[in-house]
Nanobody, 117 residues
Framework: QVQLVESGGGLVQPGGSLRLSCAAS????????MGWYRQAPGKQRELVAQ???????YYVDSVKGRFTISRDYTKKTMWLQMNSLKPEDTAVYYC???????????WGQGTQVTVSA
């Protein structure tokens, strides 16, 4: 079993920055897909950024150049650095982990990010 706990959300003004963290506990395999999703009120959950099983990164177009995903297996932690935040980035942000070759999907509980003046 793997548990994921997000932190770092909050209220920030447009143009500001936040750094989200996703701390994992349990057995985390290094070959996996790990990423950040977000869900805004009334909208479907969407993929924001992720590492695929080869370690390559993906970003949704709306955050390219502003968000950066990173991770450290020694700390079992993944981060999402979010710069130049916009009101449309307001959402609950979730981390997700899927070990390669395993149908299990693990989600964190989410952390609220609100971008408002």
């Amino acid at each position: 079993q793997v548990q994921l706990v997000e932190s770092g959300g909050g209220l920030v003004q447009p143009g500001g920055s936040l750094r989200l963290s996703c701390a994992a506990s349990g057995r985390v395999f290094t070959i996996n897909t790990m990423g950040w999703y977000r869900q805004a009120p009334g909208k479907q959950r969407e993929l924001v950024a992720q590492f695929n099983s080869y370690g390559s990164t993906y970003y949704v177009d709306s955050v390219k150049g502003r968000f950066t995903i990173s991770r450290d297996y020694t700390k079992k932690t993944m981060w999402l650095q979010m710069n130049s935040l916009k009101p449309e980035d307001t959402a609950v942000y979730y981390c997700r982990y899927t070990p390669a070759g395993n149908p299990s999907i693990y989600w964190g509980q989410g952390t609220q990010v609100t971008v408002s003046a």
